[in-house]
């Protein structure tokens, strides 16, 4: 025990560039010169490529998250969301090689600097590296390692064995004369295997030292490398055949970790350098109010009409899959993936900027797509198909399921301003936002007749504009226009007069808020729209507003205090979900099982998902959930102006995946709390011929059934 206490000196160590010689030391240091120069110049070169694009504002933003987003990274959570092991997988790869890092850096400070100028100034060498200090290394380098080794093992069992549909490359959309992304999947296992060699290689140089150094007590520090010298052991390897075996397998390692350093920059590895850096910028709220246009055009037309953040994103995607995944255009069989949109956008980018990628690239037959021409191309259009872009519905599933905070959403409009502009869209869209310019509302109905659908009440409504109201309802053009649903605005209005609820409204002042026409890429109409409703808004006089409409919802919470009006705006069920729990309501539980759809715009967007629900609770309903609810549900196909486009380009319509996913549940009742989902989803319900087994039914017309129930004997709920 002295001998060992003795031996936590300098003598507890173990020697750098052990069996390698004076010649073999300045080759390494060359080569790793020259890894570091090729690293410098990719980096560089990327660095470049971000420093092309606009500033992108996020200053705030950066300095708001910073602490809260690298407590995510550091635990993993943004790319364990959704899925368990390869969150635990890619904390420990994180981990493994952020302490591998660190202990370059430390053995670099000893071996290059500490000795070396000790040596020169006192004479002697001086040095850390050893006694508790190593001992302590060692552990963590050791234990840290080998975790990260197990987790790049999962994860190519994982790729190679479980091979999750998501992790496939093939695209949403073929495009004519074919693709392929061979290449990508190459470059997926290059990245993986050289990893698992650098660590494997390691564990076996850890084994063969501590062998060749006869089983040191201390080697029980290296826990797992000691493993290895002892199946060495047991195979019959001898102490003096570990030695030589030690500067081979020291070779082999060092070139892989130089090589592995030096491919960084030109391939998918790329990530492991801005992942950190684009989780702390991204920023969500940049999708709930999107940027303005580019200073010089609409839309963008060259690199350098993107954001540093938007080319950042490019290089930070991983291809996992997940917006692939999730996305309800490429799930109707459009010819849109957000993954795919990113990918093309950064081969084209990489080639715009001069940068090289080996590997991890999509090759056609023809310069398309990606591989147009980077100097002269259209990005709408040709290096993305406007058929593509015209399918998103700007549902943002994609952006809140990105585990390295990619912003599709942005990007997207961005580039659908360039086909704004230049004309290319649908003539349906064109005739809506014809509408939209001329009468204010995408039904090309006279604005004087906005408030018609009051006249069968028999009561009337104030307008806010001449006399004070507590709640401004902006009723928005669905509810107000269309025949179908005028009426549920009745029931809604009657509902809120029982309660005494003091409302008014805007009547033909009010315009369609903008948000979907902002969506499209219609940025002018947008500003005429939202322009004319802060005018009219400034002249009314209210205290609050609710809206029935999830998307005007948006726009008026998120789009509009940019324009310098921040009111609190509510959706209607936030109203009659507090008016039936304050008792404000009197009514009759119903006792019915139905299923509930959580429009984009409302729950992930803004967070609207208790209160529909607290309503289905108030009144006495089974609420039988559908796999894909709250935040995380699926899009009914109506948003970002789908609603005005054909479905030409879609092979099953996302509300009628959404049908069949309720049908599944066998509940009689469908119900919603959106304007243009009780029109899509009962347009929805006929195409799968459910007519007698799934109704459609607003929010509304559960609480005006539970109050008419008051007329028939038995218990009630609510008081007044
Ligand atoms: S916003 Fe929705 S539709 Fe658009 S790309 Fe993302 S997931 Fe797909
Ligand atoms: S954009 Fe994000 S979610 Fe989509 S494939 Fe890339 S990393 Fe995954």
């Keep these: 025990m002295t001998g060992r206490i003795g031996l936590v000196g300098t003598a507890v160590t173990r020697p750098i560039f052990e069996g390698i010689g004076p010649l073999g030391k300045a080759i390494f240091y060359f080569v790793a010169a020259v890894s570091t120069v090729v690293f410098a110049w990719g980096a560089w070169h990327r660095v470049q490529k971000y420093r092309v694009g606009r500033p992108a504002g996020r200053g705030p933003a950066i300095r708001a998250a910073l602490a ?44 290059d600097i500490v000795r070396n100028v000790s040596r020169l100034f006192a004479g002697h060498e001086d040095s850390f590296f050893h006694g508790t200090f190593f001992l302590v290394y060692t552990f963590f380098v050791d234990t840290f390692g080998f975790a990260c080794l197990l987790a790049l093992l999962y994860m190519g069992v994982r790729r190679g064995v479980r091979r999750p549909w998501r992790l496939g490359y093939s695209r949403a959309g073929s495009p004519a004369g074919g693709y392929s992304r061979k290449a990508m999947v190459e470059g997926d296992w290059v990245f993986l295997g050289l990893l698992l060699a650098i660590l494997l290689t390691a564990y076996v140089l850890t084994g063969l ?20 010298a002892e199946a060495f052991s047991g195979l019959g ?42 989780l702390v910028a991204t920023d969500r709220t940049a999708t709930l109010a999107l940027p303005t246009p580019a200073p010089d055009h609409p839309g963008y037309q060259e690199i350098s009409d993107f954001t540093w953040k938007e080319l950042l994103d490019l290089d930070a995607c991983t291809r996992c899959g997940r917006c692939h995944e999730v996305c309800p255009a490429r799930a109707g069989g459009a010819p849109l993936s957000p993954r795919d949109l990113i990918l093309d956008l950064r081969q084209w980018a990489d080639a715009s900027s001069g940068g090289i990628t080996l590997l991890d690239r999509e090759r056609r037959p023809e310069p398309t797509g990606p591989l147009a021409r980077p100097d002269g191309a259209r990005i709408a259009g040709q290096v993305v198909d406007a058929a593509a872009l015209w399918s998103c519905t700007t549902c943002m599933h994609c952006v809140d399921v990105c585990p390295v905070g990619v912003e599709h959403v942005p990007t997207i409009v961005q580039l659908r301003r360039s086909l704004v502009d230049e004309g290319a869209m649908e003539a ?17 109905k006279s604005a004087r007749m906005r408030g018609r659908w009051t006249r069968e009440l028999d009561f009337v409504i104030p307008d806010a504009r001449k006399q004070p109201v507590r709640y401004l309802w902006f009723v928005g053009d669905f509810a107000s226009f269309d025949e179908r649903l005028q009426e549920n605005s009745r029931i809604l209005a009657r509902i809120l007069h029982e309660a005494g609820v003091d409302f008014g409204l805007l009547f033909e002042a009010e315009r369609n808020a903008g948000n979907d026409v902002r969506r499209v890429g219609e940025e002018g109409l947008f500003e005429v729209l939202a322009e004319h409703n802060v005018e009219v808004l400034r002249e009314a006089q209210f205290e609050e507003i609710f809206t029935t409409d999830p998307h005007t919802l948006n726009a008026l919470r998120n789009e509009y205090p940019a324009l310098g009006v921040n009111y609190r705006v509510w959706h209607y069920t936030e109203l009659l979900a507090k008016l039936l729990e304050e008792g404000a309501i ?34 006495g309903c089974e609420l039988v959930e559908m796999p894909r609810n709250g935040a995380d549900t699926f899009c009914c196909g109506a948003g970002g102006g789908r609603i005005w486009m054909d479905d030409a380009a879609f092979s099953e319509r996302p509300s009628v995946s959404r049908i069949n996913e309720a049908l599944r549940l066998g509940v009689g009742q469908f119900v919603v709390a959106c304007p243009k989902d009780m029109s899509m989803f009962s347009d929805a319900v006929k195409t799968v011929g459910a007519e007698d087994r799934l109704v459609v039914r607003d929010i509304t017309l559960l609480v005006e059934e539970a109050i008419a129930g008051l007329a028939e004997p038995g218990p009630t709920a609510g008081m007044l």
Excluded at 258 to 273: D, E, G, N, Q, T
């Design 428 to 444: 349906t869209l064109q005739q809506a936002l014809q509408n939209l310019a001329t009468q204010g509302n995408s039904l090309g």
């Design 237 to 278: 390897m001898t102490a003096a055949a570990a030695v030589s075996a030690h500067t081979v397998v020291w070779w082999v390692h060092a070139s892989l970790a130089l090589s592995f350093v030096a491919y960084i920059p030109y391939s998918k590895a790329m990530h492991m350098l801005v992942d950190g850096v684009n």
């Design 586 to 619: 009197r009514f009759r539980p119903l006792r019915q099982r139905v299923t509930y759809h959580d429009p984009c715009y409302l729950a992930r967007y803004n967070g609207v998902v208790e209160a529909p629900r607290r309503i289905l609770r108030a009144l």
């Design 68 to 111: 809260s987003r690298l407590r995510s990274i550091g635990k993993g959570t943004s790319v364990a969301r959704g899925n368990r092991g390869a969150g635990l997988a890619h904390f420990f790869i994180f981990w493994g090689f952020t302490v591998a890092f660190v202990a370059t850096v430390i053995l670099t400070i000893d071996t």
């Design 209 to 228: 030292r501590i062998l060749g150094q006869h089983m040191p007590w201390f080697s029980v520090f290296s826990p797992f490398g000691r493993i290895f």
